[in-house]
């Protein structure tokens, strides 16, 4: 049986993500799955292993740059880390802080000021680092494109190991090394490291290099994973290879042995569950990132790193006012630029109020409410105005920015995100060539907009013994999604709405019953009503609130019958 022709409630159509599979049973669905993503039962994707991870030495420049660490603690060299604001950047600084701290290096950091200094490593903090006796330093996140920053290391006598893993340009800094999966002649665990992640490999090829030499710390690397896996997680990377071994093992470390400072994180945001790869996204990376959006991340990086119970409990908490704080200042910003924008229906706009922090948030909720791009400004102490972007499905920001190239003094991105700073005087030219550049790309758009589906399921495979297994596919999230499923015509005998927006309800085939939940009904609310019948594309997965082998159907998106 083919597919529905018809788009869903979200404007989707739908397609087979593999083979097409239809199943009756719960094992014809399991089987089916396995075979079209190239599993079997004791494939070890299954039982992640950290011996499975890749040797440390097969990333470029990794010998070189870990000898010259391992050089610097054994002469008692002072180290610097040049770290960066965002939940990946701090997190990074945190597990070379203290993992070389454990060492007995002495180690400083900096971090620099989203709205002042932005991303990148500034030629003064490599000053200040040689003024302080420095002559090593290791940037986490940052450094492949901060030429000056590198030049100024090289000509003043100090050794800058880059580690990073964003896209480098065409030419290379002149850093002592550059550990960048995403250099064109290194292509390290399929280029899908974090900078996180960059840090620890370094961590595993010092440590190595020191256990040769008859000095191997007593420091467990394993202690860091927790943070590893939050920012890798937070930085939205595909959690496949490296990163599915890093996250799996993160995850098991947070929710049996955290880091002082992520068990104060966790209990400040009040997660009851089992921490899972949602939980970072929702609860744990926000209060991480907003002490960077509107103060400084150098709150986040000391909670993230210290060992004191009392000192951690204080720094949770002064993370969770100013998440409370962003928050505040996102919606104010939000209902500004609406105010501003009124029925334009180009989404550009600026103003001088708003906090750099949080205007890209600001412009990620206008693009998810109009479904196009949007651009949303501030204006930076020297003036300038400095642009968010945040897309939609079937938009490329990272193209569309190179079309507006320009009008800006520099940009950046990928497809559904980037931002940049705008000429003087250019602000017209740029919205003038934004507007044409949207126009050009919502005339495909919609032929990007697509549901991929695993198989096609009826009521009677919704078994529980489908939704443990279906579990093992975990940490799902991006590059490893979960599996989806298609139910036709089913009948809604029942509707509750509960607190928060979401919606349960009663379904049936006329002979078996599963029960429905939306979390948020967005365009879906009056699809969704007692009587009505619909084809539901969505995951099955445990009822852990009814408990007792129970089941239900978390519906993503529907079609009208």
């Not at 740059?65 to 002469?75: C, F, G, K, M, T």
């Not at 550009?348 to 998810?368: E, F, K, N």
């Not at 907009?449 to 078994?463: F, P, T, V, Y």
Request: glycine share 10%; hydrophobic share 45%; with cysteine.
């Amino acid at each position: 049986m083919n597919l529905p022709e018809q788009r869903t409630a979200k404007g989707c159509r739908l397609s087979w993500r593999d083979e097409p599979l239809h199943a009756d049973d719960p094992v014809a669905a399991w089987h089916g799955v396995l075979k079209n993503r190239g599993l079997s039962e004791t494939d070890s994707f299954f039982s992640p292993r950290l011996s499975d991870l890749p040797d440390p030495f097969q990333m470029t420049d990794m010998g070189k740059a870990a000898e010259r660490v391992a050089d610097a603690i054994a002469s008692g060299e002072a180290i610097h880390i040049f770290g960066d604001f965002d939940a990946d950047g701090v997190n990074g600084t945190a597990i070379l802080v203290e993992a070389l701290q454990a060492t007995g290096a002495k180690v400083t950091f900096s971090i620099p000021h989203r709205a002042d200094e932005g991303h990148g490593i500034g030629v003064e903090p490599v000053r200040a680092a040689v003024e302080a006796g420095c002559k090593l330093g290791l940037s986490v996140d940052t450094g492949t494109t901060c030429f000056d920053a590198c030049s100024a290391a090289l000509e003043l006598g100090f050794d800058l190991i880059v580690s990073d893993h964003h896209l480098p340009d065409a030419e290379l800094p002149a850093a002592f090394a550059l550990l960048n999966p995403a250099r064109e002649d290194c292509g390290f665990a399929g280029r899908q490291l974090c900078g996180t992640g960059v840090a620890f490999f370094l961590l595993m090829a010092v440590w190595k290099v020191m256990g040769e030499r008859g000095s191997r710390p007593e420091f467990d690397l394993r202690q860091l994973l927790d943070r590893v896996a939050v920012a890798t997680v937070a930085d939205v990377m595909d959690l496949v290879g490296a990163n599915r071994v890093l996250v799996y093992h993160g995850l098991q470390r947070l929710n049996n042995e955290p880091s002082v400072g992520m068990r104060a994180l966790i209990t400040i945001a009040k997660v009851k569950k089992a921490v899972s790869v949602e939980t970072i996204g929702f609860y744990l990376a926000p209060r991480i990132n907003a002490a960077g959006r509107l103060q400084h991340g150098e709150a986040a990086m000391r909670l993230l790193s210290t060992h004191d119970a009392d000192e951690a409990a204080k720094l949770a908490s002064e993370l969770d006012e100013t998440n409370k704080q962003r928050r505040l200042v996102e919606a104010e910003a939000f209902k500004q630029a609406e105010l501003m924008l009124g029925d334009a229906e180009i989404l550009a706009v600026y103003d001088q109020r708003w906090h750099a922090g949080v205007v890209g948030l600001v412009a990620g909720r206008l693009a998810r409410k109009h479904g196009r791009p949007a651009a949303v400004g501030f204006v930076s102490p020297d003036g300038a105005v400095r642009v968010s972007l945040r897309g939609q499905p079937g938009f490329h920001i990272g193209k569309l920015l190179n079309r507006c190239g320009e009008h800006l003094e520099g940009f950046g991105g990928h497809a559904g995100a980037g931002g940049g700073t705008i000429k003087a005087g250019q602000w017209d030219q740029f919205c003038e060539t934004f507007a044409l550049v949207v126009a050009d790309q919502a005339e495909h758009a919609s032929d990007f907009l697509q549901h991929s589906i695993d198989g096609e399921l009826s009521l009677r495979a919704l078994h529980i013994a489908l939704a443990d297994r279906l579990a093992r596919f975990e940490p799902i999230g991006r590059g490893n999604p979960a599996c989806s499923w298609l139910i036709r015509d089913l009948h809604i005998a029942d509707r509750r709405n509960l607190k928060g927006g979401v919606v349960r309800l009663k379904l049936t085939d006329g002979s078996s019953w599963i029960d429905g939940i939306v979390f948020g009904a967005n365009g879906m609310s009056d699809a969704i009503e007692p009587g009505l019948t619909v084809s539901v594309i969505g995951q099955l997965q445990k009822d852990e609130w009814r408990g007792n082998g129970a089941v239900q159907f978390v519906i993503e998106d529907l079609i009208a019958v």
